[in-house]
């Protein structure tokens, strides 16, 4: 028989066991600390109905959706009845206006789950990636003080997520548009475009927005480009710093005030959720390219590595599923894409040596004592602690090689002499040093190796 | 502007948070008991190319299949290139296939995670369902003692669900063909249709397999279906009964010694394994109906509820992924179908009393003390306490109903009393009283209740 090629399609990260675990690891850290600060888990089908999905989205995603066909509608003209998900966001809209009756408003869910995008293969783009989303709805209403909560659990996450130093980025969209109101840029359509321009200057430079500002497109005047420039150039140091800085851009129209206001709520209150200073600041130029955020809009980066650009982003919106529901639902979420930030973690060497969720290999000296393995390997496991067993006869040397290739750092011998002695050996396979330890405590002895190790790597 | 109702296709099982809470506990129990026996987690894409999925599989999966077009690709002719994975079995060939030079064998992998199906609707099938999968895969050969194995986790896993007693049923695929061998049906096609007959033995009844025996179709004697009929109703009571059973069936042709031989070995090691004899079973019915299992083959079942069918199902394979390597890679798996399963349970109110993941709502008096609440509430997380802080003002007794809905069990207030005194009053919302404990002595207090609640319910 002519054998298929085993392979997947580009865009797509599929991981070797030892990568998959330090993937799940950071899954279960994000998970607990959106579990932490009170957000309940929400999952959704992967498949949507195709008029549910591209209601609001422009060409631009319609052009990137997959759509899913069984075999009996492939015949069928026209669109498909059904597409996958390119976000989490969509589905969120879908899912609190088909369950309103059901849920508590605020709503504070979390979803952690993949989305697709047909896009283009190319390096470090997805086709499938994870995101990890937690938003606050209201109904009616929402107060400011959210905006101040989610970057508490940013610092949080990644604090335990221990991937370096990282500063939380903050910016509004009102004090933006109110600014650019005070240089005389009324329409709102205008501010918009001035918006998209100054969120390219961490990318393209001073002097490529300057020139476009004042080019044939925007044709702003050299002194307004330039004040742009200085208001979108800000970045705070501290807290204090912050409030300096917006008080600096002295009165203006109502949206400034605003928008001023609700940023200074929201940078006091982040220190009182217990964020260091260090950790977040003022940034002037966040203006995420997205048109539905309406206020506070956030960007995080890893301080040593700014070639990776925010690992987590979001901001606030004024109505999440106006196109499902006449019900007022604002709301404030962020989301962090975490397949793309593990593929550059991976690539920049900052993962971190990989270690099992194996903990034990109970080796196998003497076939003839197999009860006396599985008998070890069940008190170890009633203890909590991962264990193989080697179950095909062999050459112990080949199983210790098992163990170390597989990143299992301790394996349990038991042949004669340890019988006799109602002892086991235990040999740990990354310091290649081993010790005896009575049966009896052989759980015990264990649990504190693993602990250790835990703690010094 | 027109709405667009929010709705999902049939065939997919939404939840709203407090079973999606209990649903993700499942989940989290299922993985911890695969790895706490030593399993590597792996994931795959949901996308496949098709010929890489559809190489096997015959005409009823295929009609089944739902295919995946990006907006560029949806004009061409023929085929799809791509589709949706229908089970876990299939992407674990190919993955085994194309990584087979970086994995460490006996491969031992579990997956947990969404398979889609395009089935006609109806009650209780599922279009896209959780597969928890464990399988163990040999390079070129695998000890027959694994297949001891997995019996051991399903008992610790649904152990530890909690969802009553249970029986892990066993069989053989070599000792029924050496069975039917032994009363004149040589041809392995007509064995395979035997075996497929006596499978429907629990849904059809005794009659009704008796009369297609004997029928045209079969034309077997009255005394070889009555000899099948006894044959597939054994079952055993104790691991000594089901010796005993087994050497009842006397002496026969290579394939029954040879299916004995391992049906007696793994049964041993099942006991030796610490499974109690109450929980596993020869059951000579079991027959499943897929072609490509070539051993022992496993159903298990709720005692008390038998309606329920199988809740964890699989078997011992010859070849894993001769489709698309030429090596010969053996293995043994099981597979729960968790969707289906947690819709049988919750329907048969055997779900419990839901519980939210969020411990403690730290209720708002005064939105002056809000930096107040929120120190509070850093503690309560610092402690490993999950906790949600009411940020919008609003009546207390709002806030209680708020949480009582949402199924936290436990309130924190501070008004000026309380500050006076420096301490916090907790209300236990589900007893309905309530106590006061020193500002200092909070998370312990709490930690306490909360162990207690655990053990409680």
Not at 215 to 239: H, N, P, T, W
Request: aromatic share 8%; with cysteine; hydrophobic share 40%.
């Amino acid at each position: 028989m002519a054998l298929t090629p085993a392979r997947t399609m580009p865009g797509v990260l599929e991981l070797l066991p030892l990568d998959q675990i330090a993937f799940q690891r950071m899954l279960d850290i994000i998970r607990r600390n959106f579990e932490r600060f009170g957000f309940l888990p929400v999952e959704t089908p992967v498949i949507e109905f195709s008029d549910v999905l591209l209601t609001k989205s422009g060409g631009e995603t319609e052009r990137q959706v997959y759509f899913v066909q069984s075999t009996g509608s492939l015949a069928k003209e026209g669109t498909p009845e059904l597409a996958l998900r390119f976000d989490l966001t969509v589905p969120l809209a879908r899912y609190v206006a088909e369950h309103e009756h059901d849920l508590s408003f605020p709503f504070r869910r979390y979803q952690m789950q993949r989305v697709y995008r047909g896009e283009r293969a190319q390096r470090g783009r997805f086709r499938e990636f994870y995101q990890c989303d937690i938003d606050v709805i209201g109904k009616d209403s929402l107060t400011t003080r959210y905006d101040a909560e989610l970057p508490a659990v940013i610092y949080s996450t990644f604090r335990e997520l221990d991937i370096g130093a990282f500063t939380i980025q903050l910016n509004n969209r009102k004090l933006m548009r109110g600014y650019f109101e005070s240089l005389g840029i009324a329409e709102s359509e205008q501010q918009m475009l001035v918006l998209r321009e100054v969120d390219k200057l961490d990318k393209r430079g001073v002097d490529y927005v300057r020139d476009t500002l004042t080019g044939e497109a925007f044709g702003l005047s050299a002194e307004v480009a330039a004040k742009i420039l200085d208001f979108v150039q800000v970045r705070s140091r501290s807290l204090d710093d912050a409030f300096a800085s917006l008080d600096a851009l002295g009165s203006g129209p109502e949206a400034l005030e605003q928008g001023r206001a609700e940023l200074k709520e929201v940078l006091g209150l982040i220190r009182d959720f217990g964020v260091p200073e260090t950790h977040f600041a003022l940034n002037l130029s966040i203006a995420r390219g997205l048109d539905y955020y309406t206020g506070t809009v956030y960007e995080t980066t890893l301080n040593d590595h700014p070639q990776i650009g925010s690992i987590c982003s979001g901001g606030r919106y004024e109505n999440l599923a106006s196109q499902y529901t006449r019900s007022r639902l604002p709301g404030v979420g962020i989301s962090i894409g975490l397949t793309r930030l593990f593929w550059q973690l991976r690539d920049a060497g900052l993962l971190g040596n990989a270690r099992s969720t194996v903990d034990v290999l109970v080796t196998q000296m003497d076939a003839a004592q197999l009860p006396t393995y599985l008998a070890i390997a069940n008190e170890l496991r009633s203890a909590g602690i991962a264990t193989e067993v080697v179950l095909e006869s062999g050459k112990l040397a080949k199983q210790f090689k098992y163990a170390d290739r597989a990143g299992i750092r301790f394996a349990v011998v038991v042949g004669e002499d340890e019988l006799a002695k109602g002892v086991v050996t235990v040999k740990d396979l990354r310091r290649g040093d081993q010790f005896e330890v009575a049966r009896g405590e052989l759980a015990k002895a264990l649990r504190v190796e693993l602990e250790q190790a835990a703690v010094m790597g």
